[in-house]
């Protein structure tokens, strides 16, 4: 294997510390940016920078928006919340058209092989909500597998004396998958056959 300068090694580690990404796709992204005129490299720098200066936490979902509150919690039913894992995961829910109420990030799972457990995620800001809004229906879109199926059950035994109605998705997708992952005919009909738990 031949040795590049420090320079272009340098931008090859960073490459290969984004997720999923391989030392053949690292060296393929670096040599693209070498071989690209200096504009496109500020221009996707400058990218990189406006993403890290301007995006932040909506303070009502967790999601990523460039404003205090994102635009899906301006304009959508606060009486039924989607509880997802992570922000990455409303994009997939996002394909399903008909969902019209809005989200709430965890940011994780109860995982106790990773040492968290239920007060290092959002939970007290999803019981906040609840009782704000007056919310009528939790949807918990955690992914299927262990520790998504465990946070959706403890979450729903917290709710339950709230009289809110606490519904999983159906199980159209496979145990262990990702939602991030899931197609949208296969994410509508979870959604749609939901279940109480």
Known sequence: MADFDEPIERLIEYFRSLPSVGKKTAQ???FYIIEN???KAENFAKAIMEVKDKVKLCKECGNYSTSEICPI???RNHKVICVVQEPKDIISMEKVKNFEGV???LFGTISPLENRGPNDIRIKELFARVSKDNVEEVIM???PDVEGDATAMYISKLLKPLNVKVTRLAQGISMGSDI???DEVTLEKALEQ???I
Do not use: L
């Open 28 to 30: 393929r992204y670096a």
């Open 37 to 39: 005129s200096r504009e």
């Open 73 to 75: 919690c301006q304009k």
């Open 103 to 105: 989200y709430h990030v």
């Open 141 to 143: 879109a955690t992914n």
């Open 180 to 182: 991030e992952f899931a």
């Open 194 to 196: 939901r279940q109480e």
